[in-house]
T-cell receptor
Framework: AQSVTQLGSHVSVSEGALVLLRCNYS??????LFWYVQYPNQGLQLLLK??????LVKGINGFEAEFKKSETSFHLTKPSAHMSDAAEYFC????????????FGTGTKLQVIP | GAVVSQHPSRVICKSGTSVKIECRSL??????MFWYRQFPKQSLMLMAT?????????EQGVEKDKFLINHASLTLSTLTVTSAHPEDSSFYIC????????????FGPGTRLTVL
């Protein structure tokens, strides 16, 4: 069984401030972990993914995430928020190997304040 | 590369009618396509997985006779919502991948279905 918990359904940051979106996972086997971004009325775009290689994963648009097994976390960060980062972000997990169902978190809506 | 399209982007229909949504992989051959449903302010729920040339595998609780999925070619899957009701109103998103690799899904832009 696997699950993902995203802490905070809404996060507000000022433009230029650090973005931190939290994700904790539960998995009975080594996981693959993902972060997706969704803009209004659009599908999901992959930001980054962890597939058991480097624990610090760099993605698109300046985002990165660190896999911490001891904390069962995969938090998403960006040093400086941009207005265009305002969107919904989903953390997701699947058992390693990638041939099983992906479980998505409930999402975090990021608001960037000018 | 790896572009997935959906058509239509929005559809409004009357209760009792059927609606077909198309999902196409534009620049790759998608052995596997997935259909998700997303309720407002909620996450994505996998409805079914379809492999080209075979019957779709539906998730528990999804009515296969109501949500008909056809994956007739390596670039096209269709979802038909039969006898639509207002509670079927939702955002439907498809994704496509190679050979069932869930960790390499490419998502379509979604279809907003409103049933009156």
């Amino acid at each position: 069984a696997q699950s993902v918990t995203q802490l905070g359904s809404h996060v507000s940051v000022s433009e230029g401030a650090l973005v931190l979106l939290r994700c904790n996972y539960s998995s009975s086997v080594p996981p693959y972990l993902f972060w997706y971004v969704q803009y209004p009325n659009q599908g999901l775009q992959l930001l980054l993914k962890y597939t058991s290689a480097a624990t610090l994963v760099k993605g698109i648009n300046g985002f990165e995430a660190e896999f911490k097994k001891s904390e069962t976390s995969f938090h998403l960060t960006k040093p400086s928020a941009h207005m265009s980062d305002a969107a919904e972000y989903f953390c997701a997990v699947t058992p390693s190997g990638g041939y099983q169902k992906v479980t998505f978190g409930t999402g975090t809506k990021l608001q960037v304040i000018p | 590369g790896a572009v997935v399209s959906q058509h239509p982007s929005r559809v409004i229909c009357k209760s009792g009618t059927s609606v077909k949504i198309e999902c196409r992989s534009l620049d790759f051959q998608a052995t596997t396509m997935f259909w998700y449903r997303q309720f407002p302010k909620q996450s994505l729920m996998l409805m079914a997985t379809s492999n080209e040339g075979s019957k779709a595998t539906y998730e528990q609780g999804v009515e296969k006779d109501k949500f008909l999925i056809n994956h007739a070619s390596l670039t096209l899957s269709t979802l038909t919502v039969t006898s639509a009701h207002p509670e079927d109103s939702s955002f439907y998103i498809c994704s496509a991948s190679l050979a069932g690799r869930y960790n390499e899904q490419f998502f379509g832009p979604g279809t907003r279905l409103t049933v009156l």
